[in-house]
């Protein structure tokens, strides 16, 4: 993504001046995208906001340009990016020389997102490891929490090698 923060630059894209940036196609991709990842389970208004950010050529937006782009409310914009920030998807910084803040996906989204996916994934595996005991491993609430639980455990096991093969490709297609 790129990391240009400047003003100017991003004014173009939020303002329809890109040359050869068909504004009602990325308003149909970021709408489709959103829809996509609130029937995944995401929120609808941060899906929105998610897909907006991703279709901008800075990967980042104020609350206005989101607000402008998306014809949300600034309530509805600071909504979603408290969800996208809780969940690490999307970053807060300030415009050099401005108090305004700009909203910024983070490099290497995917990655990031899945990673930290891993760790949710640890914490769940122990609740879920520590509820079987609680309810005894021989009760068929028992076993269908420790059969989650090694469900986690191997879909953590095999994130790692998915991660590492994804690091390992993208460094060889550089």
Known sequence: MASGTGESGSRAAHTGADAGRDEDAVARFVERFAAEMTEAG???MAARVF???LADDDA???SADLGRQLRISPAAVSGAITYLTQVSMVGR???PGSRRDRYRLHDEIWYAT???RDQVLTRWERTLRDGARSLGEDTPAGERL???AEFFAFMQAEMVGVL???R???TSSR
């Open 42 to 44: 995401m929120q609808r």
């Open 51 to 53: 897909a907006a950010l």
């Open 60 to 62: 980042s937006m104020t």
């Open 93 to 95: 910084e300030r415009d």
């Open 114 to 116: 899945f990673a930290n």
């Open 146 to 148: 420790a059969e989650t």
């Open 164 to 166: 590492a093969r994804w």
């Open 168 to 170: 390992e490709s993208r």
